[in-house]
């Protein structure tokens, strides 16, 4: 099984600034790589597949890069709804798995 | 606009079993996989089961594997979650997602809530 870990646990900024969330691999997962945000009492959202394509409808502040083990999810200037927690998720084997969060929350 | 629309979550003993369901409406649902994903209360994401829009394979997490099943029926555009000998491990909402190709998860539903408990 791949383990993801997504570091850091939480993210305390203020909304205007630049928001920078990694998630790491336990072996090399290409770019089958997802990013999904989720506010509370809410499903989450899918923002990026294949590690930086943004999903239908997802602002261009949000962003996705990387490549093989080490991911990261950037947001350029955060908004006021921007404040959740984002997971990621790898396809490239069975099971599928998400990586344990990243909680932004407003400084 | 996509819906899904999951039912059936309850409260159940240890041991038991439950059938949850889910409809979907706004696609041609046999043109998509499905995969059911579970989140325990306060906790992370766990994907649990995936089926192929034909209901011809199916792809299990080894924490169920063995106890939960997961069919289709096109006809009826729904899904289902088959869960036998529930542990209290087992307590979670449950989310009924449409795939993206190939795995990633793009459209939830609100999702339904299984309780497992003496």
């Known amino acids: 099984e791949i383990v993801l870990t997504q570091s850091p646990a939480t993210l305390s900024l203020s909304p205007g600034e630049r928001a920078t969330l990694s998630c790491r691999a336990s072996?090399?997962?290409?770019?089958?790589l997802a990013w999904y945000q989720q506010k509370p009492g809410q499903a989450p959202r899918l923002l990026i597949c294949d590690a930086s394509d943004r999903a239908t409808g997802i602002p261009a502040r949000f962003s996705g890069s990387g490549s093989g083990s080490d991911f990261t999810l950037t947001i350029s200037s955060l908004e006021p709804e921007d404040f959740a927690v984002y997971y990621c998720q790898h396809r490239s084997t069975w099971p599928l798995t998400f990586g344990g969060g990243t909680r932004v929350e407003i400084k | 606009e996509v819906h899904l629309l999951e039912s059936g979550g309850a409260l159940v003993q240890p041991g038991g079993s439950l059938r949850l369901s889910c409809v979907g409406s706004g696609f041609t649902f046999s043109d998509y996989a499905m995969s059911w994903v579970r989140q325990a209360p306060g906790k992370g994401l766990e994907w649990v089961s995936h089926v192929t829009g034909t209901g011809v394979t199916t792809t299990y997490a080894d924490s169920v594997r063995g106890r939960f099943t997961i069919s289709r029926d096109t006809s009826k555009n729904t899904l289902f979650l088959q869960m036998d000998s529930l542990s209290t491990e087992d307590t979670a909402v449950y989310y009924c997602?449409?795939?993206?190709?190939?795995?990633?998860?793009?459209?939830w539903g609100r999702g339904t809530t299984v309780t497992v408990s003496s």
């Open positions: 072996q090399s997962v290409s770019n089958y």
């Open positions: 997602v449409k795939e993206k190709r190939f795995h990633y998860m793009e459209d």
